[in-house]
Structure formats: structure tokens, C-alpha cells
């Protein structure tokens, strides 16, 4: 009884036309229906009413914006028509520990032409001979039944889906902002010219100091033609000096 108290007094503090999800495990329903959950929640998306003791469908509000639908561990046997005329937009649909025994139970789906996956698993039906290949003919809409394809391909998590948009989001972001490269690029331009402002430095410094060898290299030069000349002229001095000499020598024997 607090329980059911608890759960009207939250449906009827919350703005029903706001509501895109609505989790209602575990309440109890009342003849059928629960207390305060009606057709105002015009914007609902998902609604979870697993183990409230639900027996029929009958008092379902009109949800046309509802995509999934959680009824797993109730009482539901039969009625499944209502769902196409007040959910007509369901891609999703459990129905897994409910009363579900025969195939003709199930075949009121086909009027959800959206419906993608359907779980019926923990069901009596389940145990019929070539259950899956006959419900995969039956509801030729579905991908996925408890789970699986018909190749037994599991079937995605929604939260999975969910991940890949934030991905797709910070992609665009990317996008938007301009690849990383370009600016990595542009450091190494800015690196690259102030390398070669080094390099011209140290050549002008190079050829500055070469230039200074040089001159000094042409002083020697100089110093050592000029050193030669003297050793030159010294000889011709000298050579003189000897021609004279046997000439004097002479002279002096003449006289």
C-alpha cells in the first residue's frame, strides 16, 4: 500500500507532459492499471512496468510517442492488439516471464510495423518446436527475438547506440574545430625558421673568422717575401764583396 501511495504521489509531482522516461518496476497495479499513469505523458518515449502484476493491457493509455515498452514478469496472456492501436510507434517490446503459450497470441503484433525486437523469453511459447524460426516468419518485421537475430547475431545495447552518438558529436566537434595537424604543422614552420636563423648566424660568423685567417695568411706572405729579398740582396752583396776582393788582391800584387 506505501508502495502504491509512493508511486502516484511521484506521477502526480512530475509534469506528465515533460516525461520522456518512466520507470514503474515493482508497484502494483489495480484492476489492471496503475493509479495516475495516463494519456497526458504525450512525450513518453520509455515506460518500464516490469513485476506490477499486470494481467491485461486493457487500460493502457494511448502512448504515441512510445518507442520501448518493459512488461517482463507479469501476467499477460493475451490481448497484445491493444499495444498496435495506443503504442503504434514500438521498436521495442518484452514480454519475457508472462503467460504467453501459442503462436496465435503473439501473431496481434504484426500490426506494429516498427517493432524491431520483441523478447518472449521465460514464456511457454518458448517451448514449441522451431519456436524462433516460427516467430521470425510470423513477425517478419522483428531483427532481433530474446536477444538475437536469426543468425544468432546478439543483438546491440542501447547504451551502446547512445556511446556512438556522443562519438559522432565529438567528431563533428573535430570537424569543426580544424584537424590538429594544421596547427603542429605551423610549430614546425615557426621551429624550422628560427633553426635556419641559428644556421645563417653561424655562417656569417664562419666566413667572418675565414676571412680573418686569410688576411693574416697574406700578412705572412708578405713577411716572407720581404724576408726573402733581404737574404737576396745580402748575397749580391756578399758576391760582390768576393769579386772585389780577387781584384784588390791584384792591385796589391802589381804594386
Known amino acids: 500500500m506505501e508502495m502504491k501511495k509512493r508511486i502516484n504521489l511521484e506521477l502526480r509531482n512530475r509534469a506528465p507532459e515533460k516525461v520522456t522516461e518512466l520507470v514503474l518496476d515493482n508497484c502494483r497495479s489495480s484492476n489492471g492499471e496503475i493509479e495516475g499513469l495516463n494519456d497526458s505523458f504525450k512525450e513518453l518515449e520509455f515506460l518500464s512496468m516490469a513485476n506490477v502484476e499486470l494481467t491485461s493491457l486493457a487500460k493502457l493509455p494511448t502512448l504515441s510517442k512510445l518507442r520501448k515498452l518493459e512488461l517482463s514478469d507479469n501476467i499477460i496472456s493475451g490481448g497484445l492488439e491493444v499495444l498496435a492501436e495506443r503504442c503504434p510507434n514500438l521498436t521495442y517490446l518484452n514480454l519475457s516471464g ?15 510495423k516498427n517493432l524491431k525486437s520483441l523478447d518472449l523469453f521465460n514464456c511457454e511459447i518458448t517451448n514449441l518446436e522451431d ?73 656569417e660568423v664562419g666566413l667572418s673568422y675565414l676571412m680573418k685567417e686569410e688576411i693574416q695568411d697574406e700578412d705572412d706572405d708578405d ?33
Not at 510470423?138 to 531483427?143: D, N, P, R
Not at 547475431?153 to 580544424?178: I, L, Q, T
Not at 776582393?245 to 792591385?251: C, H, I, K, T, V
Open 131 to 203: 519456436y524462433r524460426d516460427s516467430i521470425f516468419e510470423l513477425l517478419q518485421q522483428i531483427t532481433y527475438l530474446d536477444g538475437f537475430d536469426q543468425e544468432d547475431n546478439e543483438a546491440p545495447d542501447s547504451e551502446d547506440d547512445d556511446d556512438e552518438g556522443d562519438e559522432g558529436d565529438d567528431d563533428e566537434d573535430e570537424d569543426e574545430a580544424g584537424p590538429p595537424g594544421e596547427y603542429e604543422e605551423e610549430d614546425d614552420e615557426d621551429d624550422g625558421g628560427s633553426d635556419l636563423g641559428e644556421g645563417e648566424e653561424e655562417e
Open 223 to 255: 713577411d716572407y717575401v720581404e724576408e726573402g729579398g733581404d737574404e737576396e740582396e745580402e748575397e749580391g752583396v756578399r758576391g760582390e764583396k768576393r769579386k772585389r776582393d780577387p781584384e784588390d788582391e791584384g792591385e796589391e800584387e802589381d804594386d
Open 98 to 112: 508472462n503467460k504467453i503459450k501459442d503462436l496465435g497470441t503473439v501473431e496481434a503484433l504484426q500490426n506494429l
